[in-house]
């Protein structure tokens, strides 16, 4: 039975950087069947994939197009997690985000995890 | 990035009845392995989004057989049966077929 547990702060500063990090039980981040992705959500954009690392002989990561050059995902074998670093916020970043497993043999999300609301303000 | 569009936007039911939504996508969803990398998600109010849908057709463990997924290339359909009371809630499509994956605006389908 998988699970993702998140964690890390709900209020950020502007320009400052907003770090979650996601607990993996019942499975491994190093997975060759698993992808680790953030996803956040907000009222006025919706659901938003963001970026993704998974290992696949080598680690890989992925990221969203419009988010690409202000994320870092990275994975911690040590701890079995995976976290997101998303730096310079504004106000726009306010969102609800969560961190997501994507499974190889059904090509999509299928376990999420409780989702952190996150506010950018002063 | 693939555009994926939904309708209705809104979907009151009765229960007991049918109901069905659309995701129309702006680039074909079918891989050359053959698969449709179209999926279903319903959101329950505060609740994390739940697979419902993988793959255009296949139905995720614990899904109600009153689901089904159809459709192929750019045009994708998620029906309800018969639709119950435990349904009510945000209804998103979503592609992986491209390396960046891309959600649909969502349906919020309520009860009539």
Not at chain 1, 78 to 92: A, C
Not at chain 2, 20 to 28: A, G, V, Y
Request: proline share 6%.
């Amino acid at each position: 039975h998988v699970q993702l547990q998140q964690s890390g702060p709900g209020l950020v500063k502007p320009s400052q950087t907003l770090s979650l990090t996601c607990g993996i039980s019942g499975d491994t981040v190093s997975s060759n069947l698993s992808a680790w992705n953030w996803v956040r959500q907000s009222p006025s954009r919706g659901l938003e994939w963001l970026g993704r690392t998974y290992h696949r002989s080598r680690w890989h990561t992925d990221y969203s197009t419009f988010i690409k050059s202000r994320m870092s995902v990275n994975p911690d074998t040590s701890k079995n997690q995976f976290s997101l670093q998303l730096r310079s916020v504004t106000p726009e970043d306010t969102a609800v985000y969560y961190c997501v497993r994507a499974e190889r043999t059904k090509g999509t999300f299928d376990i999420w995890g409780q989702g952190t609301l996150v506010t950018v303000s002063s | 990035d693939v555009m994926l569009t939904q309708s209705p936007l809104s979907l009151p039911v009765i229960p007991g009845e049918p109901a069905s939504i659309s995701c129309r996508s702006s680039q074909s969803l079918l891989h050359s392995n053959g698969y449709n990398y179209l999926h279903w998600y319903l959101q329950k109010p505060g609740q994390s989004p739940q697979l419902l849908i993988y793959l255009g057709s296949n139905r995720a463990s614990g899904v109600p057989g009153r689901f089904s997924g159809s459709g192929s290339g750019t045009d994708f359909t998620l029906k309800i049966s018969r639709v119950e009371a435990e349904d009510v809630g945000v209804y998103y499509c979503l592609q992986t077929v491209q390396p960046t994956w891309t959600f649909g605006q969502g349906t919020k389908v309520e009860i009539k």
